[in-house]
């Protein structure tokens, strides 16, 4: 009987013990500013790394998009950022999707002093790949700006080529330009309404350069969203470009994503759509100002509503269905003159605080819009043109041809005036012509 409650005495002294290091270990995790959760092989690894990007839009990942990601960091460690939660990365990361890994370590930051821990500064700049988790953006920017960890970050994509990604808060911030949700959230109604609303608060403004904390390839130019069909957050992603357009006459592109859908860029800047359409209607979008018209911001004033609306198409937007294989896509490393696939394109306006968003057959063509000039001294002949096409009085000079859709067909030098066309099929063809740093646009028929 002695033996048996002396047993019994130090099993619960012991569970005693087990509870108050369960208790201690977050408070420890939270005095250093982060807490750390691991899985797989402690011994670090490196390997050759490609660069890869992931865009997901803010619930359940996508599985193929991250597979994708995974088998970009070829087998080595991979750590998640995040400001709140726990493990919940750990075994999908490190076994669920079937890619092998060394190791998954989630880092949970809860300060800047966390941020620039020496632990969490040596974890991060052994990393082959990157993932950061949702939460509040602001928390991100607030301890990881400016100091040691965002130059490791920036390190990871631009000299290790290593691959990176966030959902919902994490993929706010990969833009060169973001939401940086300083004052909380903010709805379209909102942001349309007054463009200068407490909670608009956009990076990007006063940093030198532009883009002043990660500078992620083929993103520098682009601000993000995301959850955009719940809720609907067009007219915000808008807002925000309208801001930049109408106080530092920037066109800055945007990137966003439904919410269980992932843009995946690789090093040839194409962005691949991942999703399960047509079984849900998940999309991303891909938006700019529209460079076919003389186009500005007619109205962005404190407290007034919005309008840039240019008969509803001061934006073009290629409205991609995202498919479990990533077959749709959008050529992110040429907004202007790229080939997309498997999308659609939309014409978006603000008039008076409101959203219109009508179909439109028509693609972005911005080869009128780069014309630095008109020449009216330059003439083509023949015009209509079988073979050989003319460019009177000039000589040795660059060329590009687009068709119709903006496509470029050809493109050369000649040190004549003559350019090849027989190959052509029948059409409208745009010829621009660059000659001592001047461009000129000129239309011709190929018959």
């Given at each position: 009987?002695?033996i048996?409650?002396?047993?019994?005495y130090w099993?619960?002294r012991?569970?005693?013990i087990?509870r108050?290091?369960?208790?201690?270990?977050p408070?420890?995790?939270?005095?250093?500013?982060?807490?750390?959760y691991?899985?797989?092989?402690?011994?670090?690894?490196?390997?050759?790394?490609?660069?890869?990007?992931?865009?997901?839009?803010?619930?359940?990942?996508n599985?193929?998009?991250?597979?994708?990601?995974?088998?970009?960091?070829?087998?080595?460690d991979?750590?998640?950022?995040?400001?709140?939660?726990s493990?919940g990365?750990?075994?999908?990361?490190?076994?669920?999707?079937?890619?092998?890994?060394?190791?998954?370590?989630?880092l949970?930051?809860?300060?800047?002093?966390g941020?620039?821990?020496?632990?969490?500064?040596?974890?991060?700049?052994?990393?082959?790949?990157?993932?950061f988790?949702?939460?509040?953006?602001?928390n991100?920017?607030?301890y990881?700006?400016?100091?040691?960890?965002?130059?490791?970050?920036?390190?990871?994509?631009?000299?290790?080529?290593?691959?990176i990604?966030?959902?919902?808060a994490?993929?706010?911030?990969?833009?060169?330009?973001?939401?940086?949700?300083?004052?909380?959230?903010?709805?379209?109604?909102?942001?349309m309404?007054?463009?200068?609303?407490?909670?608009?608060?956009?990076?990007?403004?006063?940093?030198?350069?532009?883009?002043?904390?990660?500078?992620?390839?083929?993103?520098?130019?682009?601000?993000t969203?995301?959850?955009?069909?719940?809720p609907?957050?067009?007219?915000?992603?808008?807002?925000?470009?309208?801001r930049f357009k109408?106080?530092?006459?920037?066109?800055?592109?945007?990137?966003?994503?439904?919410?269980?859908?992932?843009?995946?860029?690789?090093?040839?800047?194409?962005?691949?759509?991942?999703?399960?359409?047509?079984?849900?209607?998940?999309?991303?979008?891909?938006?700019?100002?529209?460079?076919?018209?003389?186009?500005f911001?007619?109205?962005?004033?404190?407290?007034?509503?919005?309008?840039?609306?240019?008969?509803?198409s001061?934006?073009?937007?290629?409205?991609?269905?995202?498919?479990?294989?990533?077959?749709n896509?959008f050529?992110?490393?040429?907004?202007?003159?790229?080939?997309?696939?498997?999308?659609?394109?939309?014409?978006?306006?603000i008039?008076?605080?409101?959203?219109?968003?009508?179909?439109?057959?028509?693609?972005?063509?911005?080869?009128?819009?780069?014309?630095?000039?008109?020449?009216?001294?330059?003439?083509?002949?023949?015009?209509?043109?079988?073979?050989?096409?003319?460019?009177?009085g000039?000589?040795?000079?660059?060329f590009?041809?687009?068709?119709?859709?903006?496509?470029?067909?050809?493109s050369?030098?000649?040190?004549?005036?003559?350019?090849?066309?027989?190959?052509?099929?029948?059409?409208?063809?745009?010829?621009?012509?660059?000659?001592?740093?001047?461009?000129?646009?000129?239309?011709?028929?190929?018959?």
């Amino acid at each position: 009987m002695v033996i048996l409650n002396l047993y019994l005495y130090w099993k619960i002294r012991i569970n005693m013990i087990k509870r108050l290091l369960l208790f201690l270990f977050p408070l420890l995790g939270f005095s250093q500013g982060y807490t750390s959760y691991f899985t797989g092989n402690p011994t670090n690894i490196t390997t050759t790394t490609q660069f890869g990007v992931c865009l997901m839009g803010g619930a359940t990942e996508n599985d193929n998009a991250m597979i994708w990601l995974l088998n970009k960091a070829n087998g080595g460690d991979v750590v998640v950022l995040r400001s709140t939660g726990s493990n919940g990365y750990n075994d999908y990361l490190y076994s669920d999707l079937g890619v092998t890994v060394n190791s998954v370590e989630t880092l949970v930051i809860t300060s800047v002093a966390g941020a620039t821990n020496p632990y969490v500064l040596d974890k991060v700049s052994k990393a082959e790949m990157i993932w950061f988790a949702g939460g509040d953006q602001w928390n991100y920017i607030s301890y990881f700006k400016n100091n040691a960890l965002e130059d490791l970050l920036n390190n990871h994509v631009n000299v290790k080529h290593a691959p990176i990604g966030g959902t919902s808060a994490g993929m706010a911030i990969l833009g060169g330009y973001y939401f940086s949700a300083q004052n909380g959230t903010v709805t379209s109604a909102q942001a349309m309404n007054n463009p200068y609303h407490p909670n608009v608060t956009v990076g990007g403004f006063t940093g030198t350069p532009y883009s002043d904390f990660l500078n992620i390839p083929f993103l520098g130019n682009t601000i993000t969203d995301t959850h955009y069909d719940n809720p609907d957050r067009r007219g915000r992603h808008a807002t925000f470009l309208a801001r930049f357009k109408a106080e530092l006459t920037l066109d800055i592109n945007g990137i966003a994503c439904n919410e269980y859908v992932a843009v995946c860029i690789g090093s040839d800047g194409i962005a691949h759509v991942y999703g399960d359409y047509p079984n849900y209607q998940e999309f991303a979008y891909f938006i700019q100002a529209n460079c076919n018209i003389a186009n500005f911001v007619e109205n962005c004033q404190s407290g007034q509503p919005l309008t840039w609306n240019f008969g509803g198409s001061a934006l073009k937007v290629y409205k991609v269905p995202g498919t479990m294989n990533g077959t749709n896509y959008f050529q992110v490393n040429n907004w202007e003159f790229g080939t997309h696939s498997g999308g659609s394109w939309e014409d978006w306006g603000i008039l008076n605080g409101v959203l219109n968003v009508t179909t439109s057959g028509i693609p972005i063509n911005c080869v009128l819009g780069n014309s630095d000039f008109e020449n009216d001294e330059l003439h083509l002949f023949p015009n209509p043109v079988d073979n050989n096409l003319y460019v009177e009085g000039l000589f040795d000079f660059e060329f590009e041809i687009y068709d119709s859709l903006g496509k470029n067909v050809i493109s050369g030098k000649s040190v004549v005036n003559e350019i090849e066309v027989s190959n052509l099929a029948k059409g409208i063809y745009l010829l621009k012509i660059t000659s001592e740093d001047k461009t000129t646009i000129k239309k011709f028929i190929k018959q």
